[in-house]
């Protein structure tokens, strides 16, 4: 079927669209999980959305499946690799990168798939600086539209990056174009402005799905502040979680502080510095307390680290705010660290950078942490409860010390609800603990279900199964994919939905 599909692509759209050489299947199939590369059949690059309604309806008549993808920097959560092996992969990164407009008086951009976190932050600067972006803590040739629609996230006040998107542009299934909100209508002149329109709201449907491939969308931005603050406090023992997590939930439920704040564990602070010392491959400990303590001395961090900034007209402006969170802290015993510190350190500037809309590529130092390239994240969510992030931590530790990883965690906080980002590091050329990484996933998963607080965003090698134990979604998603998607065109599998 791929075959034909190859063929019929190339006759339509010339060769130069489709690449199926055994180098570029394995840079596509290459990712970071324990489950092993996913080879596709092969990788298309569309060059405008004519062209992606063209390979949706080529793959339609010849019975072939796509897989789209942006820029494919999903790391640990499976890069460009198709959630199926012999999906085609639908680059959409390549070429389809414009920045098709700024608006800086209303605060938007419209972008393609391919527009990164730099590009963006590029333009904008060479605009006058007058708008900033969300940007995540990972690459800065990340996609700006990609991680929206995965539901990823940033750390300012426009952290919620698909809550910050309005107006998508998607190619469905059957090769017909629908765009969302006041988009609809043709000529319309609020499709960047106004999600909440005519009708029931349709953008939820292709985040985290499969039911149609984005082809543009507006991003909301932030008038730049003129000044940004940054700062940190710093707790001593593992157990002070549960305090960092109290004092840091009336800070955002009164709106004190714009920005989220992390609380930051220490392997996963000078983890972005340093690699695991005196590793073995085939051994399954994880890191000594006492070697984990001197190196938390070494990088000037605590057990626990709590960082956000605040935003001003001036310094003067912020002063009052700075001196209360800092009473608030101080009071409770932690350290404080200003903002010159902040700057001055390679591993807190990385708080500062993301409080600031700055893309970095220094956290990518986590994925160095062992030998073997091997990195995933488990994502589950955790009430703003000092006693709840406790227990969290408490099971982590355990099941993760039991398969031999380190308990690598920060919680980025929102006023009721946090993410309890685990980035789980293994040596992925040691098939021994490639096994152990993946029973402790499924581990991990079990436990959580079991206290009550569900994974979000997951790695490809388990979106299926992690699927299955919710079959009232899935009889949801298989339904709307059965109306919009009889054939299976686009990524059957992704996110479970079939």
């Not at 072939?64 to 639908?90: D, I, M």
């Not at 969510?381 to 398969?403: D, F, N």
Request: hydrophobic share 40%; net charge negative; aromatic share 8%.
């Amino acid at each position: 079927m791929s075959a034909q599909f190859f063929t019929a692509v190339a006759a339509e759209l010339g060769p130069d669209l489709l690449d199926t050489s055994d180098e570029t299947l394995a840079r596509y199939g290459f990712n970071r999980l324990p489950g092993g590369d996913r080879l596709p059949a092969g990788v298309a690059f569309p060059r405008s959305v004519e062209d992606v309604q063209a390979l949706v309806r080529l793959a339609k008549e010849h019975g072939a499946t796509l897989w789209p993808a942006s820029t494919g920097h999903n790391l640990g959560l499976g890069e460009f690799s198709p959630v199926r092996e012999t999906q085609v992969v639908v680059d959409l990164g390549r070429r389809m990168n414009r920045i098709l407009e700024v608006n800086e008086t209303l605060g938007y951009a419209v972008i393609e798939p391919g527009v990164t976190f730099q590009a963006l932050r590029a333009e904008l600067a060479a605009r006058g600086d007058k708008l900033m972006i969300s940007s995540t803590s990972g690459p800065p040739d990340g996609s700006v539209l990609g991680n929206a629609l995965d539901r990823g996230a940033g750390y300012t006040p426009y952290f919620d990056h698909f809550g910050m998107t309005c107006g998508l542009e998607v190619v469905l299934p059957d090769a017909t174009v629908l765009r969302t909100g006041d988009g609809a209508l043709t000529g319309s002149r609020m499709a960047s402005l106004n999600k909440s329109g005519f009708g029931p709201l349709l953008d939820g449907l292709f985040s985290q799905s499969n039911f149609g491939i984005v082809t543009s969308a507006t991003i909301w931005l932030m008038p730049r502040p003129p000044v940004i603050r940054g700062w940190a406090f710093t707790f001593d023992e593992d157990a002070d979680l549960e305090q960092a997590i109290e004092l840091v939930r009336p800070l955002k439920l009164n709106n004190l502080v714009p920005t989220l704040i992390k609380v930051t564990s220490d392997v996963y602070c000078f983890g972005t510095h340093t690699t695991y010392p005196g590793y073995r491959a085939g051994e399954s400990r994880t890191l000594p307390d006492d070697v984990r303590r001197a190196l938390r001395t070494q990088n000037g961090v605590g057990a626990w680290t709590v960082s956000g900034a605040f935003y001003g007209p001036t310094e003067e402006a912020i002063q009052p705010s700075l001196d209360r969170v800092r009473a608030h802290f101080e009071a409770a015993g932690a350290t404080y660290v200003p903002h010159d510190e902040i700057v001055a350190s390679p591993i807190l500037k990385i708080h500062l950078d993301t409080f600031s809309g700055e893309p970095t590529t220094s956290e990518l130092g986590l994925l160095d942490w062992r030998p073997g390239g091997g990195a995933t994240w488990f994502l589950p969510a955790a009430p703003m409860l000092g006693a709840v992030a406790q227990q969290q931590q408490e099971v982590s530790r355990r099941i993760l010390t039991e398969y031999g990883f380190e308990y690598i965690v920060e919680f980025v906080c929102g006023p009721r609800a946090a993410r309890a980002l685990h980035i789980v590091v293994f040596n992925r050329a040691d098939e021994a603990e490639r096994k152990r990484m993946h029973e402790c996933y499924g581990a991990l998963i079990a436990a959580y279900d079991k206290l009550g607080y569900p994974i979000g965003r997951t790695p490809t090698d388990f979106q299926e199964s992690a699927a299955a134990r919710l079959p009232e979604l899935q009889r949801v998603t298989h339904s709307i994919k059965a109306a919009l998607d009889p054939s299976g065109v686009i990524a059957p599998g992704k996110y479970g939905i079939v």
